[in-house]
């Protein structure tokens, strides 16, 4: 059993809606939910209302169905959109509703089912849905992720421990990493939380660097250079309206862009990767004038080998981030399987596709000027951790002076 969890569940809505989402009185905010997440979805729909909320849309979407459909509906079903699905996001769009979502179905929902159908219905709904999705991606309107722990994904989590058991431990994990104790106080730290990674970010944005240079006893010595127009964001976004929501709860990080071609030297893994339920361990990576020359793993190396062999620019860096070593999620030490949580445990980069808004006006450049701005394209984008107790990262300004980012794992100022 979790400890207070009826407190726990409460508080952590108030933290999805009132600091996730920031909903504002007026608002109709839409929650996209699942049968699954009945609990956590009724107190968000009150914490919604509590906050001001003009009308509050909560739809459900049940796994069950959503795989026997793949596998047993009419193959025609799947090449086209439902008029009605399309109508309500564009609806969504028209009344500017905060969107609230939830990460946490069985990562194997659709194990089996003939790929032709999932690619079929992927071509309908990515251009139906694209106006909806382009200004969420864009912070036009107001949208946060949060979690709810199913079986299959508790029981990947802890290996040992079965049904129940798997679930109250990863409910536990949760609560602790985000920063809640059943004391009603979680907005509160949170809102603490977010002022001091927006304090950091400020600073880094200051300095401007050029590069920065990571070190540890792992063996890591690599340099990364920075797009002259670079922009560490951290933590919260502002919407056109200028409310500030938290898009990713819980979070960590504070991230921008390399120059794709300024890294040199080698980065070691500080922990293992999961992809596609495989792990890679143990590795490290060479770059040279930004290019992935050579790699090495001591354990599950062609995992690595795949997903860099992607396209040219899985080649190439897309992201850097720095997350302090003493931070909650990398203290429960446990691998979440899940981004949201796993890329929040440790300073980590990507190789893949950089964020466009990594550079000042990146949204409205094209691939060429973004490419030319630093900014790396790939169709993939996979985070590795490198922060370890001992990293240091020292930054170098334009003018050369050298200024520490991190001591001994955490943050230097
Ligand atoms: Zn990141
Ligand atoms: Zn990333």
């Known amino acids: 059993m979790v400890q207070n969890f009826e407190a726990k569940l409460s508080e952590y809505a108030h933290l999805l809606v009132e600091v996730g989402l920031n909903v504002q009185p007026g608002q109709t905010p839409s ?61 969504f769009l028209e009344q500017k ?20 159908r999932i ?27 949060g979690a709810y722990p199913t079986l299959a994904w508790a029981e990947k989590v802890f290996p040992d421990k079965k049904g129940e058991q798997a679930m109250d431990a990863l409910w536990d994990a949760i609560f602790s990493v985000c920063r809640i104790t059943g ?29 920065l240079h990571y070190s540890n006893r792992l063996g890591t010595d ?7 127009r670079h922009v560490w964001t951290g933590a919260s976004a502002f919407t056109p ?13 504070i991230f921008t862009a390399p120059r794709w071609d300024g890294v040199d030297g080698r980065v070691y893994a500080a922990l293992p990767l999961a992809m596609d339920g495989n792990l890679v361990k143990d590795f490290y990576l060479d770059f040279k004038d930004g290019r992935i020359v050579d790699i090495h793993a001591g354990e599950g190396e062609e995992y690595l080998r795949r997903a860099i062999d ?19 999620i990398r203290n ?35 691939e060429e000027e973004q490419k030319a701005a630093g900014l790396n394209q790939s169709m993939t984008h996979v985070d590795f951790m490198v922060g370890t107790e001992d990293l240091s990262i020292v930054g170098t300004t334009h003018d050369g002076k050298e200024i520490p980012v991190f001591v001994d794992g955490n943050f230097a100022f």
């Not at 690619?119 to 992720?145: E, I, M």
């Open 241 to 253: 309206q200028g409310t500030q929501f938290v898009p990713n709860m819980p979070t960590e990080e």
């Open 332 to 366: 429960t030490g446990i691998l979440f399987y899940n981004t949201l949580f796993d890329e929040n445990a440790s300073c980590h980069l990507a190789f893949g596709e950089a964020y466009p808004d990594c550079v000042k006006g990146g949204e409205d450049m094209s």
């Open 183 to 211: 004391d009603g106080k979680a907005v509160e730290r949170w809102k603490e939380h977010v002022a001091a990674l927006t304090r950091r970010t400020k600073a880094l944005n200051d300095y401007r660097f050029a590069s």
């Open 31 to 91: 929650i996209e939910s699942n049968v699954e997440y009945v609990p956590l979805t009724r107190q968000c729909i009150a914490a919604c209302y509590d906050c001001g909320a003009r009308n509050v849309v909560a739809y459900y979407g049940d796994d069950f169905a959503t795989r026997e459909a793949f596998l047993r509906a009419d193959a025609a079903v799947f090449e086209e959109y439902p008029s009605y699905m399309k109508a309500r996001v564009d609806w």
């Open 310 to 328: 992607t396209d040219e620019g899985a080649h190439y860096l897309g992201e850097v981030a720095l997350v302090p070593y003493d931070s909650p």
């Open 222 to 228: 690599l340099t990364i250079r920075l797009p002259e």
């Open 119 to 145: 690619q079929a219905r992927r071509k309908v709904s990515g251009p139906a849905t694209k106006p909806y999705f382009d200004a969420l991606t864009a912070n036009k309107l107001q949208w946060c992720v």
């Open 97 to 116: 509703s905060p969107r609230l979502s939830f990460t946490g179905s069985n990562p194997e929902l659709l194990k089996g089912v003939d790929p032709a």
